[in-house]
Nanobody
Framework: QVQLVESGGGVVQAGESLRLSCAGS????????MGWFRQAPGKEREFAAV???????AYTDSVKGRFTISRDNDKNMLYLQMNNLKPEDTAVYYC??????????????????WGQGTQVIVSS
C-alpha cells in the first residue's frame, strides 16, 4: 500500500520556523515529481512548493525566499523548511507525489498520491 505521511506541523509565532517532513512507503518515489500543497480555511488547495525527481524546485510567489523544498530519494523523504512564517501561511499542508510525471508539476491534478495533511498555525 502506497502511503505518504506528513509530520512537523504545529503552532508558532510569526517570524518563527518549522520543518515539515513527508515519509513515503509502499514504493520508491525517486523518479516522481513531489510537492507540498496547502489549504487554508475557506480557500482552495494551492501549491506551495514542488520538486522534480532530481530536486529542481518551484515555489509559489508568496513563499519564495522563505521556504525551501528538498528531498532525499535514498530515504524516500520529502521536506519543507519554512522560515519567517507569516499568519497567511496558516493552512493544512499536504505532501503529494505524481505517478506519471518526474518533471516539475504545479497543478494538484498532476498528483496521484496524497498524505493526510499536517496543520500549520502561525499567530501574529
Amino acid at each position: 500500500q502506497v502511503q505518504l505521511v506528513e509530520s512537523g506541523g504545529g503552532v508558532v509565532q510569526a517570524g518563527e520556523s518549522l520543518r515539515l517532513s513527508c515519509a513515503g512507503s509502499g514504493r520508491s518515489f525517486s523518479g516522481n515529481a513531489m510537492g507540498w500543497f496547502r489549504q487554508a480555511p475557506g480557500k482552495e488547495r494551492e501549491f506551495a512548493a514542488v520538486t522534480s525527481w532530481n530536486g529542481n524546485p518551484a515555489y509559489t510567489d508568496s513563499v519564495k525566499g522563505r521556504f525551501t523544498i528538498s528531498r532525499d530519494n535514498d530515504k524516500n523523504m520529502l521536506y519543507l523548511q519554512m522560515n519567517n512564517l507569516k499568519p497567511e501561511d496558516t493552512a493544512v499542508y499536504y505532501c503529494a507525489a505524481s505517478r506519471m510525471y518526474g518533471s516539475i508539476q504545479l497543478r494538484a491534478n498532476a498528483y496521484d498520491w496524497w498524505g493526510q495533511g499536517t496543520q500549520v498555525i502561525v499567530s501574529s
